[in-house]
């Protein structure tokens, strides 16, 4: 269905008959909301599942991303799409960026939030630029982060539509590189959601900047990649917020993407000799960060799955349903 709201016009899916306690599903970046479409259909009676799609992803409005609000764009999308339809308070399930996302979301309304899953999400310290637990910039400028460290031959098969597996930087390739870490049935249906993904500076990745320090990249001020920069994004205030849902972070344990040794921090790739000139700048612990921020919230549980990468409910899909549905039944008393 489409959700008219002040701010946009949304796309959001839902499973027909079914009611109960809504659970609203945010997917990640390059994506949208069909990645939880088998999530959606095996959820137990009792629950009302419904998958937005981001702006800028599937069939929502394309609306520039404003990145100096951080993630607060997508956010306050949401909370306007949870007031339209009376969802609150409603059970919040968010990955990788969905993840960064539903948190925002949480720290600004926290009444409105019956229980946080988390889906393998970005850093509470965004994305690239950062070190140690507790996320301090690299550079004051956020250099290793944003929008100009992405591979413009990516963006390119994304914009041209590109379902071959020609090269590494197509969609479908980066799917299978890093998306998952083993095959999963319907890889075709995702990479098709995948290329709903809207390009340019308002949209993905964003308007590139430069820096002195290397690698010479620096959050731009719009687009969805510098709305996950640490000098944008920074969730590490969640333990004072109040009242706090349960949060249950899963998370495959091969991650690619997030991970303390990420594939796609331009730190780890400068130490791997992938980029040149690296100073030996240390690679973001995602991962640990996220477990530091967690820890001072306080009210949660990590599952880890095994042999699996950044998408545990299609690699996973009936562990990653048992534990979700084990935790929204938690949350209700």
């Known amino acids: 269905m489409k959700v008219t709201t002040p701010r946009l016009t949304q796309h959001v899916r839902t499973v027909d008959g079914r009611t109960g306690e809504p659970v609203l599903f945010v997917h990640g970046n390059v994506s949208s909301g069909a990645f939880w479409r088998d999530t959606m259909a095996a959820l137990p009676g009792g629950f009302r599942p419904l998958a937005v799609d981001l702006r800028g992803f599937g069939e929502t409005d394309s609306l520039p991303v404003d990145a100096t609000r951080g993630a607060r764009d997508f956010s306050d999308d949401l909370a306007e799409l949870v007031e339209a339809l009376d969802l609150a308070p409603v059970h919040l399930v968010g990955w990788s960026m969905g993840g960064g996302v539903v948190l925002s979301l949480l720290r600004d309304r926290p009444a409105a939030v019956r229980s946080v899953t988390l889906v393998n999400p970005v850093s509470p310290y965004g994305f690239g630029g950062t070190e140690g637990a507790g996320g301090r910039l690299t550079h ?34 980066v799917f299978r590189a890093t998306y998952v870490k083993n095959p999963v049935p319907d890889e075709d249906f ?22 002195e320090a290397w690698p010479h990249v620096a959050p731009g001020k719009t687009g969805v990649l510098n709305a996950m920069a640490p000098t944008r994004f920074r969730l590490d205030d969640l333990h004072e917020i109040d009242p706090k849902p349960p949060i249950l972070w899963i998370r495959g344990a091969d991650d690619q993407i997030v991970s303390d040794t990420s594939m796609y ?31 001072r919230y306080g009210r949660y549980r990590e ?31």
Request: hydrophobic residues 40%; aromatic residues 4%.
């Open 140 to 173: 004051p400028d956020g250099a290793g982060s944003g929008a100009g460290g992405v591979n413009p031959d990516f963006v390119a098969r994304l914009a041209a539509g590109d379902l071959s597996d020609e090269a590494m930087t197509s969609p479908r390739s």
């Open 190 to 211: 995702y990479v098709r959601a995948m290329l709903t993904t809207r390009t340019g500076e308002g949209n993905y990745p964003g308007d590139a900047a430069t820096s």
């Open 265 to 295: 921090d331009l730190a780890h790739l400068g130490a791997l000799g992938l980029v040149p000139g690296s100073p030996g700048t240390p690679a973001q612990p995602m991962v640990t960060q996220t477990r530091a921020v967690l820890d």
């Open 303 to 333: 599952a880890v799955l095994a042999d699996c990468g950044h998408s545990p409910q299609l690699e996973h899909p009936e562990a990653f349903v048992r534990l979700l549905a084990g935790h929204l039944r938690e949350a209700r008393f």
